[in-house]
């Protein structure tokens, strides 16, 4: 495949594994794994086992008439949303502790920004009674009360980063520091394709079965795989990434990822990685990344918390170097503006991170014939407040 990892874990000029030396171990271990324990028959077993009873996949791939009628298109909505917790998080947590028990780990450890990638590890480290201790921000933690305490209820223990600014980054660097000192009994979750090789890829790989899924539910409603267009958020990237990744090798399709514009991409206060960004390292690979001119990383901005990340994953970094995906966004209110329509065409609140995706229809322009998949990453519960807050619907 053109645009899979190298085996130096390389995505063109992207990804790598840029670790303090002691992280080495317990990197190494997972690269040396991770193929043949993933493709291990009993691994497969178990992994869709699950998918099936405990998550509820084959998530439907949903014809969304009204919303087709508006466009001028035919869309699809892929019913990520329908997901146990809500979104296409848990595809990956399940993954990972499958994989975590194969290596024989008893403990789990994870970062979160909003809160949602912790709710999906603290929920498979339930299912598996494996012990889970979540890093958050201390003022993350402030902003998402309601996640942290899903995690408690859920039995995980959830550590305040309290140094630098308290947000994501820190909980990532503290989680970091746990693992160096717990290499033997702990495996780190890493909630989207970013971090060292391999995780990039393995989250990728877990992600898949999202576009594995499109293919023949597509098959089945139109008598073909390949859509003309599939559409997908971009914060780290790992939604997207399941959505595209059986369609990277077929150029016909065209893959549209759409990152967080914020208040305009231009104001200083958005999270459009691709069109600010520069390479650099972020959390152990070489990627593009919101920075100053002296390589400070800026601090990324969107009303969506699951989109307000300052880089993005290597394989996009690479995806959109090569061009094969097309990059757009939209800002807080394009994305409100579609999440509400969505809401009234379909009876289906987005997730705002999802809603970005969904405003990029008004952006491209299509003929009737065309078939759009749009990977609905996750529902609007959790987003209510800022709805409401926002007003105008
Ligand atoms: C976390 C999240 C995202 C962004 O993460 P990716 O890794 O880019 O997919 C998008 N949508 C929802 C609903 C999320 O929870």
């Known amino acids: 495949m053109r645009y899979s990892v190298d085996e130096n874990g390389y995505y063109g000029q992207f990804g790598g594994a840029y670790i303090p030396e002691m992280l080495y171990p317990n990197v ?21 086992k699950l998918l099936k009873d405990y998550v509820g996949r084959p998530t439907p791939l949903y014809f969304a008439k009204r919303l087709s009628e ?77 996640n942290v305490e899903r995690m408690r209820i859920l039995g995980a223990e959830v550590v305040p980063a309290k140094s630098g600014s308290k947000t994501l980054k820190d909980a990532t660097n503290e989680a970091m520091r746990h693992w160096i000192s717990n290499p033997v009994d702990t495996h780190y979750i890493i909630g989207s394709v970013v971090g060292p090789h391999p995780y990039p890829d393995m989250v990728a790989r877990f992600q898949s079965v999202i576009s594995e899924e499109m293919k023949w539910q597509l098959n089945e409603e139109e008598g073909t795989e390949y859509p003309h267009y599939v559409i997908a958020c971009v914060g780290g990237g790992s939604n997207a ?14 893959l549209v990822a759409v990152e967080a514009a914020g208040r305009g991409v ?13 390479p650099g390292v972020l959390h152990g690979s070489k990627t593009l990344l919101m920075q100053t001119a002296d390589g400070q990383v800026v601090e990324p901005y969107s009303i969506s918390a699951g989109l307000d990340y300052p880089g993005i994953g290597p394989m996009h970094a690479h995806l959109f ?21 969505l809401s009234k065409l379909e009876g289906i609140i987005p997730a705002i991170e999802s809603a970005h995706a969904l405003a990029a229809l008004r952006k491209m322009s299509f003929e009737k014939s065309d078939i759009v998949v749009i990977n609905l ?8 407040e800022t709805y409401i807050k926002w007003g105008k619907y």
């Open 321 to 341: 170097d090569t061009g094969r995906v097309k990059f757009e966004n939209a800002t807080d209110e394009e994305a409100m503006v579609a999440g509400v329509e």
């Open 70 to 146: 508006q466009y001028g298109a035919k869309i699809y909505l892929k019913r990520e949303d329908l997901c146990h917790t809500g979104a296409h998080k848990v595809n990956n947590t399940i993954g990972q502790i499958i994989l975590a028990k194969k290596l024989g780990k008893q403990k789990i450890i994870a970062e979160t920004g909003a809160g949602q990638h912790g709710v999906a590890t603290a929920t498979v480290c339930a299912l598996m009674g494996m012990e889970c201790i979540v890093y958050m921000g201390e003022i993350d933690m402030q902003r998402q009360k309601p």
């Open 241 to 254: 990434a399941g959505a595209f990744y059986h369609y990277l090798d077929e150029e016909k399709v065209k």
């Open 266 to 278: 231009d104001s200083g206060e958005s999270a459009a990685t691709s069109y600010l960004g520069k």
């Open 377 to 384: 990453s996750g529902r609007g519960d959790k987003d209510l």
């Open 28 to 48: 190494e271990e997972l690269r040396d794994n991770y193929l043949s324990i993933i493709g291990d028959s009993a691994f497969k077993a178990e992994f869709d």
